[in-house]
């Protein structure tokens, strides 16, 4: 039995399956002799064609879960499952297959395209990585990918220099794009660009994920982002998650003191809305020495006695929350859309 045909009976492409699903993952590394827990006992899942968000401030280890979700980073303990294939299970054979079947995005433009390539090149590459095809065969799909982006035969022979931030950006996406992947990884995609541009590659990841029934893992730390591209949320603090659920829920009614902080520092263009602007007080403790209990106790403005002796667990509902004195919320405190 060849690799692939191993991978094929090992329940890949079933419909019925999540596209990802994480269990208890957690990874821990040594800097410097010292130990640096990155994230733990991360859970989520992903559903065909739905993006899910992952956000927190910057040193949380979203980009680390990215990786070792992936595999590109070997986690520590948790498990991994890839449209039901679990990932600790493949051989180094079987896992480049498998890695047909999903495509990364990252943060900056600038530095993840080789200079030295022209542009066609940089997309036709992962074909001669996985496939063997004819050169006319590689030149349809390369075209197709850019063509996807917005980019014509033109821009296909110029090099990384001559474009703009948008246009590199785009032809980040096509190469992720050009093995039809079931699933992107968008590792701070817009973070290098301009607002208008930022909004430009927002439109275009959206209208991707539509037309190809798409799914996403969107890493950011823009919030205003998130609720333009995501189904659900994951809100990190120090490694851990504090709150998940409904983009609308969740930014509509955070339950976790951070997440409300998170949500009040979003700039409005609402003049009404101006005076709820707030910052988030104080700074992120090192993540070599973080404080006892609950992490965010000493940042909480509802901290109590005991936010400082027990870390609080994730609840187990659709809406969840790790915080003992979670944000409760009325009718009259919560304004419906109009």
Do not use: W
């Amino acid at each position: 039995m060849t690799n692939t045909s191993a991978l094929n009976q090992s329940k890949l492409n079933h419909p019925e399956k999540p596209i990802l699903k994480v269990d208890g993952l957690s990874k821990r590394y040594l800097v410097e002799g010292k130990p640096l827990q990155a994230f733990s006992d991360v859970e989520f899942t992903i559903e065909k064609g739905r993006c899910l968000a992952l956000v927190g401030e910057s040193g949380c280890g979203k980009s680390s879960i990215a990786m070792s979700v992936l595999h590109l980073i070997k986690p520590d303990s948790g498990r991994v499952e890839f449209d039901g294939v679990n990932l600790d299970t493949l051989t180094d054979s079987e896992m480049k297959t498998l890695r047909q079947h999903y495509g990364i995005v990252f943060q900056n433009p600038y530095s993840c395209l080789n200079p030295r390539l022209s542009v066609y090149k940089l997309v036709e590459e992962p074909l001669t990585t996985h496939y063997k095809l004819s050169k006319t065969e590689r030149q349809v799909k390369v075209l197709d990918a850019l063509s996807a982006v917005g980019l014509d035969e033109q821009m296909s022979k110029r090099m990384p220099h001559e474009l703009s931030g948008g246009q590199r950006q785009r032809v980040g996406i096509a190469r992720a794009l050009v093995l039809k992947p079931k699933l992107l990884i968008l590792d701070e995609p817009t973070a290098a660009l301009d607002v208008s541009v930022q909004a430009t590659v927002i439109n275009l990841l959206n209208q991707l994920r539509k037309e190809r029934q798409l799914s996403y893992l969107f890493i950011t730390h823009d919030l205003a982002l998130v609720e333009k591209v995501a189904d659900e949320v994951l809100v990190m603090y120090l490694g851990k998650i504090v709150e998940s659920g409904p983009v609308e829920q969740v930014f509509g009614q955070p339950k976790h003191h951070y997440t409300q902080a998170l949500v009040a520092s979003i700039p409005s263009i609402d003049p009404t809305k101006r005076h709820t602007l707030k910052a988030l007080k104080g700074e992120i403790p090192s993540p070599f020495n973080k404080p006892s209990g609950c992490y965010f106790h000493q940042r909480c403005p509802e901290a109590r006695h005991n936010c400082d002796q027990h870390p609080p667990a994730l609840s187990k509902n659709c809406h969840a929350v790790a915080c003992h004195y979670p944000n409760q919320y009325s009718s009259h405190q919560i304004k419906e859309p109009s």
